[in-house]
């Protein structure tokens, strides 16, 4: 376990664009708006916080998550990347044959801090931590190969770092009868959710702009320009509307709106880290002289906000004695630190071999944004409680060497 | 339960069957491509506005420059050897001529101004009657403007009258002074006609003018002997592998003297121990003649001379002189003016043009360069630095070509013809602008391997740089427009070694 966490320090970078609102969906590859019940309900839909239901708490760090990816190297070539004494032309491609013109890293962590549900409100706070970062394939074969073009441009769509840290207190309500709907159609229940945001830090690429050209007629120039922009506790707000509807006693739908008006605006400190670097015209036979200008400050910013984008979720479940299937489909409105225009679907299955074992599946299918995701998970369930274990990986069946990220997902639910 | 054990052992399973290497960077080689140079070389940029300049028709040319002088030329020396007697008579009172000629027949005057000298006279066997005995010297002035005169004045004895500041004949008199004009008056209480006394007369010493005026005969004024340097680091042999056109050399005599003159003397180069020497005429085979001075001053004759020079700056000469020279006033400079501080100057400029043959044969700088490499450079190029390749481009406008070969060797003396003399070489060819008049990119790139670049952090590294020009069809001429320039592009492909560690 420690090597896998080693593996997951050496590839953090920031935020994930598909920010998980909490561990448990891990056990589903994301499909989970219409499993997640009691506290989750909070961040998954509201409407289904019912006061039918029982009372449900969350411990601190009872439902917690974490997860590392990338979209081009599995552990098989990472273990042959940094076990391999001397890399040849074979193994360079190896290292770049997967990036499909940057390499991409994502991390999220997520911990339940508290939570409870009364009647079909609740209120919970939890933690997050969203990282990602892009790396142009430009650039690796820049280092790998070294500079066989003449020139090399780089960048914010494919180089860029950054990193989401905040809190979330939600207050949600639930189980609202949406009126004037027809007899003959399904009852369709309505809920939202409120979270007040405290952010802890952000950081993120601000401008990325580097231009390095070597011609023989121009000499070597480097043109370099690259802003990261910070900021240190700030407040923000975002809102959830969802709906649900028990169409049949085996088949339920729902739909969500997450994130509306989502944003933290960061106050306390607010930074633009600027490092530059220039050259122009160099050639080895004047090197001698100061042609090399570089150097980085650090000045005070605007307040600026960190925008939530807006995501709507639509979801369908269908319930067995023994078992459960799900689909969910997201959509987001606008690339943000959180939400993708690329949609993606999921689909979860649950078991009940026995009823105190739980076994969950769920598969995200993969497109130009995102990798297959599969995940796999078991609990332990008692009348009153339940204990989970989820693991999920990426861009492979199974976690292995194959694997190109990893999820793990624990799951604690107490109920009375 | 027991189920759930089971699985959950199952995915730690897989799991902790998955390896998860220690982070480390492999060692891998990148090809890196940096721009070396992108320059023009302007002939142009060769002139020193000393020892090269442009001429006519922006014509290269290689110059040496001087300048001789003679010392002051002093001055004149005439021996008359006077030695007459004159019987002084009672009531005489007359005008007489003594003799008044060079003995050596060097000078003929026709007005001086004594430098020193010194007439000796004496009145002798005066009877006791005279009342006065007055000799004057019509043609000698004394410092205050009158005649030089001597009266008796009871002294027998012989008496020296010096004729410092003095002057004799008239000044600027185109008549040479054969004759002292002397005028006698003896008075007495005697009966004239009756003898007085004995007058003695003496000019045996010899009487130096400063200012002399007349005619001089093979009067010598001998030339400082002053070397001038040419500056320019020739490699060695490139006296074999370059034929100099034409050559010439103007010297600029400034006259100070009075008398035209003959100039004699000799050209000489040196070069070490090679010596070329030729005899400065005109191309008659005579000594050149120099004109004198007038009466506005010094006047300069200049002196072109170019026959068989070519011969001397082919030596590729470190300096050049004029040596054994002198002036010479003789019977053909006629009448003339010397004051003892004249001199005479002659700047002199030796010029060949760049305009030579060429041929296949070469060329050495003489010294070795000693390259010093960094201790951090060493090792940076003895561990990273796998090969490297200059890849040059050239557009050659100027009509010279040739192999340019680097010898590098740990040893500052390094022989080409020795091959154990040197590690290893490298050459590149360059076309001339008439055998490749656009861009040259096909050259042979110098390549390095990983043994040839280890030999550059080693302790010591000297280089030496040898030429071999593309033998010419006929003669060259290098000039230098903004036109004639080589340019030379140039990029360092290397191989480097991104060497592994732990991270």
């Known amino acids: 376990m420690k ?5 997951a320090v050496i590839s953090i970078m920031a935020v994930s664009a598909f920010a998980t609102p909490s561990a448990k969906s891990f056990f589903f590859a994301d499909s989970y708006m219409l499993r997640a019940n009691g506290v989750e309900a909070n961040y998954w839909n509201p409407a289904k916080l019912s006061a039918n239901n029982d009372s449900d708490i969350w411990l601190p760090l009872g439902n917690s998550g974490v997860q590392i990816s990338n979209n081009a190297l599995d552990l098989d070539t990472y273990n042959f990347f940094v076990s391999a004494d001397t890399l040849n032309a074979e ?3 190896r290292i770049l044959k997967d990036m499909d013109g940057s390499i991409d890293f994502n991390s999220t962590a997520n911990i339940s801090l508290i939570g409870v549900t009364m009647g079909n409100t609740a209120i919970s706070a939890s933690g997050h931590f969203h990282g990602k970062g892009m790396l142009s394939e430009d650039f690796l074969r820049l280092a790998l190969y070294g500079n066989t073009e003449e020139e090399y441009r780089f960048n914010k769509d494919t180089n860029n770092a950054s990193a989401l840290s905040y809190i979330d207190v939600t207050y949600g309500i639930g189980d609202i009868i949406v ?12 809920g939202f959710a409120a979270s007040l945001l405290t952010g802890i830090a952000c950081v993120e690429t601000h401008k990325f702009d580097v231009l390095f050209r070597s011609t023989e007629d121009e000499g070597a120039s480097l043109d370099s320009d690259i802003e990261l922009r910070t900021g240190v506790l700030g407040a923000g707000f975002k809102g959830m509307l969802g709906l649900y509807s028990e ?3 085996w088949l339920e739908t729902g739909i969500t709106v997450d994130n509306i008006a989502g944003f933290i605006k960061w106050g306390l400190s607010k930074d633009i880290i600027h490092y530059y670097a220039s050259a122009d015209s160099v050639y080895i036979s004047n090197a001698d002289t100061d042609i090399f200008t570089q150097g980085n400050e650090r000045y005070k910013s605007g307040a600026f906000t960190t925008n939530l984008g807006t995501e709507m979720r639509l979801a369908a479940l269908v319930k ?15 690339n943000t630190v959180n939400s993708s225009k690329v949609g993606r679907l999921s689909f979860g299955a649950g078991f009940m071999p026995t009823p105190f074992l739980p076994l969950s599946l769920g598969i995200s299918l993969p497109n130009s944004s995102n990798p297959l995701k599969v995940s796999y998970g078991l609990g332990l369930k008692s009348k009153s409680s339940e204990i989970s274990l989820a693991i999920q990986s990426y861009d492979s069946l199974f976690p292995g060497y194959k694997s190109k990220g990893i999820s793990f997902g624990t799951a604690l639910r107490i109920w009375f | 339960m027991k189920a759930f054990i089971v699985l959950a052992l199952g995915i730690l399973l897989i799991l902790v069957a998955c390896t998860v290497e220690k982070p480390s960077l492999p060692t891998w080689d990148v090809d890196l491509a940096i721009p070396l140079i992108n320059e023009e070389y302007f002939i142009s940029d060769l002139v020193d506005s000393v020892n090269i300049v442009i001429g006519d028709n922006q014509v290269l040319h290689l110059i040496g420059s001087g300048e001789v002088d003679t010392p002051e030329v002093g001055t004149v020396e005439m021996h008359p050897n006077l030695d007459e007697q004159v019987p002084l008579i009672s009531g005489m009172d007359i005008t007489e001529e003594i003799g008044f000629i060079d003995s050596g027949g060097s000078a003929e005057l026709s007005y001086g101004k004594f430098s020193s000298g010194i007439m000796r006279i004496r009145f002798s066997n005066v009877v006791p009657q005279t009342e006065e005995l007055r000799i004057t010297f019509t043609d000698i002035s004394t410092i205050d403007g009158n005649p030089l005169q001597v009266t008796y004045d009871d002294n027998e004895e012989w008496q020296d009258i010096d004729l410092t500041g003095c002057v004799i004949g008239e000044l600027d008199s185109p008549d040479i002074l054969t004759d002292l004009e002397v005028s ?5 209480s005697l009966p004239d006609g009756t003898p007085l006394a004995l007058f003695d007369i003496e000019l045996s010493g010899a009487l130096l003018f400063e200012v002399f005026q007349g005619i001089l005969h093979d009067f010598e004024i001998a030339l400082n002997n002053y070397s001038s340097s040419i500056d320019i680091d020739y490699p060695s042999n490139v006296d074999e592998a370059i034929t100099l056109s034409d050559a010439h050399l103007e010297i600029d005599v400034t006259n100070n003297i009075g008398f035209d003159c003959e100039f004699i003397g000799f050209f000489e180069a040196r070069r070490g121990d090679v010596v070329e020497r030729k005899q400065i005429v005109d191309p008659n085979g005579n000594n050149y003649r120099i004109s004198a001075a007038n009466s506005e001053g010094a006047v300069v004759t200049s002196l072109i001379f170019d026959e068989g020079l070519s011969r001397l700056m082919q030596i590729m000469p470190e300096s050049i002189q004029i040596v054994d020279a002198m002036f010479l006033v003789d019977s053909a400079s006629g009448a003339g003016t010397l004051r003892e501080n004249d001199t005479l100057v002659a700047n002199y400029v030796l010029d060949a043009p760049f305009r030579f043959t060429l041929h296949e044969s070469p060329v050495m700088v003489e010294d070795a360069i000693k390259i010093n490499i960094s201790e951090d450079n060493k090792e940076y190029i003895s561990e990273d630095l796998q090969s490297a390749s200059l890849e040059f481009k050239v557009w050659n406008k100027i009509p010279v070509g040739g192999k340019v070969k680097a010898y590098f060797s740990v040893d500052e003396e390094i022989d080409p013809e020795d091959s154990l003399s040197y590690a290893f070489y490298k050459e590149i060819e360059v076309a001339s602008a008439q055998s490749a008049p656009d861009w040259q990119n096909d050259l042979e790139p110098l390549v390095l391997s990983k043994q040839e670049l280890d030999f550059f952090s080693g302790e010591q590294i000297y280089l030496k740089w040898e030429f071999i020009f593309e033998a010419s069809q006929g003669l060259v001429e290098i000039t230098a427009s903004s036109a004639d320039f080589m340019a030379i592009k140039s990029t360092l492909r290397g191989k480097l070694r991104i060497n592994g560690s732990e991270l």
Do not use: C, M, R
Request: glycine residues 4%; charged residues 15%; hydrophobic residues 40%.
């Open chain 1, 3 to 7: 090597k896998i966490i080693s593996f």
């Open chain 1, 91 to 93: 193994g360079k491609e």
């Open chain 1, 179 to 190: 009126p004037y709907i027809p007899e003959n159609i399904p009852q369709i229940k309505a």
């Open chain 1, 247 to 249: 169409i049949t006693p």
């Open chain 1, 320 to 334: 067995h004695k023994y078992a459960t299937l799900s689909a969910d489909w997201v959509q987001g409105f606008s």
């Open chain 2, 184 to 188: 006698i008056f003896a008075s007495s």
